[in-house]
């Protein structure tokens, strides 16, 4: 079964920097597009960056561009998000996501506070 586990959250002070992975497995990772997303307090889950299947395209909301870099790593069956010059305003729940039509699969979620 599809399978989506992310580490790499924590607590960080603004200014900082946090590397967040998600381990896939379950399913053939080359084929796929993958996606953090993350949600705040009484906030809608929102699309944070995208990657194609073999890395050749990216996508990144306006809100982290030239701070946030997604990767992946086909030979891990990994992808990565790089968070530099965090801010308050990142915190949330930063979730790993693969759309396999009709179906979305989600991993569980790992914290991201930016606070001094």
């Known amino acids: 079964q599809v399978q989506l586990v992310e580490s790499g959250g924590g607590l960080v002070q603004p200014g900082g920097s946090l590397r967040l992975s998600c381990a896939a497995s379950g399913f053939t990772f080359t084929s796929y597009y993958m996606s953090w997303y993350r949600q705040a307090p009484g906030k809608e889950r929102e699309l944070v960056a995208r990657?194609?299947?073999?890395?050749?395209?990216?996508n990144y909301a306006d809100s982290v561009k030239g701070r946030f870099t997604i990767s992946r790593d086909n030979g891990k069956n990994t992808v990565y998000l790089q968070m530099n010059s965090l801010k308050p305003e990142d915190t949330a729940v930063y979730y790993c996501?693969?759309?396999?039509?009709?179906?979305?699969?989600w991993g569980q979620g790992t914290q991201v506070t930016v606070s001094s």
């Open positions: 990657i194609s299947n073999l890395a050749l395209t990216t």
């Open positions: 996501h693969v759309r396999m039509i009709p179906n979305d699969y």
